[in-house]
């Protein structure tokens, strides 16, 4: 009569952990590619008479990001993005173009709205921006930045560990240099920006 009733205690007790045991933690990681566009010119004005526009251009851009989901729909990643984008600047009239890149590092939180084979996803969090090439090599100070970082996205799931992941991410953040303008040390206005990040990726779990 003991075994029969411990035996059923146990298969209870098993059945009712099995939902617990599927919300255990686990780790994805995301190898995306995608388009890095910026919205606003890094500078805009007038150096002693003469306006000056520079802006960074858009360019293909690889990542990656690790998601740890910690409470259900709520997750946390570390995600870095790179770009190949050439640095244009225009004053007097003439517009020069030199190579360069960019690139970002984040931390931020993610929430599945809408879970399931067909996913909605918001996150948030902050970021690093930083800028590289021969388009920055004259620029001695303001070529990485703190900023924020926001986004949305779908989540499609594919048979076993796989899905696939489409995000569009803006990097929010002020751009300041300071630059040698014939000599002279210059430090320019602050320009908010907006850098959007379009990508598409494959997501491999990783298990527990």
Partial sequence: ??????????VLSLVGASPAVGQL???????????????????DQDFMGTQVTASQQSG??????????????????GNFVYSWSDGEITQDGQTDSESGNVW????RAIWKLLPG?????????????GRGGDAYSDIPEGKSDVGGVVGA??????????GIRLDADGYLYEA????????????????FQIDLVLSA???IGLGL
């Fill in 104 to 107: 970002a590092g984040d931390l």
């Fill in 1 to 10: 009569m003991f075994r029969k009733i411990f035996g059923l205690s146990l």
């Fill in 60 to 77: 293909i851009a690889l990542g990656g990001r690790l998601t740890f989901w910690a409470l259900g729909p709520i997750g946390f990643e």
């Fill in 176 to 191: 300041q240099f300071a630059v040698d303008a014939d000599g002279t040390p210059v430090t320019t206005d602050k320009q």
């Fill in 117 to 129: 084979p067909i996913g909605i996803h918001i996150d948030g969090g902050i970021a690093w921006i």
């Fill in 201 to 203: 990726g494959l997501v």
């Fill in 25 to 43: 933690p686990k780790f994805e990681l995301e190898p995306y590619v995608g388009a890095y566009i910026p919205v606003n010119n890094l500078i």
């Fill in 153 to 162: 996205g779908l989540r499609f799931k594919l048979p076993g560990l796989f």
